[in-house]
């Protein structure tokens, strides 16, 4: 059976790949372990870590800058643009 150049590069590309998810997986689970470590000895609360991030929130939206609000949430919790479309116009609803 012959492998032509791109089998073995297609075949290369996809081991690098599920190498990488893998490690990234790793290291995801260490620090979600070390994240549950830091809130057993600490008072801090969910709701305590993102009150800063929903008064930034409030003002954006308050300025009708509902594109970088949007944009805020996905940097900080890592949300798609569908979710954070969604958290922004919740925040939207309790606003009124």
């Given at each position: 059976?012959?492998?032509?150049?791109?089998e073995?590069?297609?075949?290369?590309a996809?081991?690098?790949?599920?190498s990488?998810?893998?490690?990234?997986?790793?290291?995801?689970?260490?620090?979600?372990y070390?994240v549950?470590q830091?809130?057993a000895?600490?008072?801090?609360?969910?709701?305590g870590?993102?009150?800063?991030?929903?008064q930034?929130?409030k003002?954006?939206?308050?300025?009708?800058k509902?594109?970088?609000?949007?944009?805020r949430?996905?940097?900080?919790?890592?949300?798609?643009?569908?979710?954070?479309?969604?958290?922004?116009?919740?925040?939207?609803?309790?606003e009124?």
């Amino acid at each position: 059976m012959e492998f032509n150049f791109i089998e073995i590069i297609t075949l290369v590309a996809v081991i690098y790949l599920l190498s990488t998810i893998f490690r990234l997986e790793q290291r995801v689970k260490t620090l979600d372990y070390k994240v549950e470590q830091l809130s057993a000895h600490t008072d801090i609360t969910e709701e305590g870590l993102y009150e800063e991030l929903h008064q930034e929130l409030k003002v954006l939206i308050h300025q009708g800058k509902d594109v970088q609000a949007v944009k805020r949430v996905r940097e900080t919790k890592g949300l798609s643009l569908l979710e954070a479309k969604q958290y922004i116009d919740t925040l939207k609803l309790k606003e009124e």
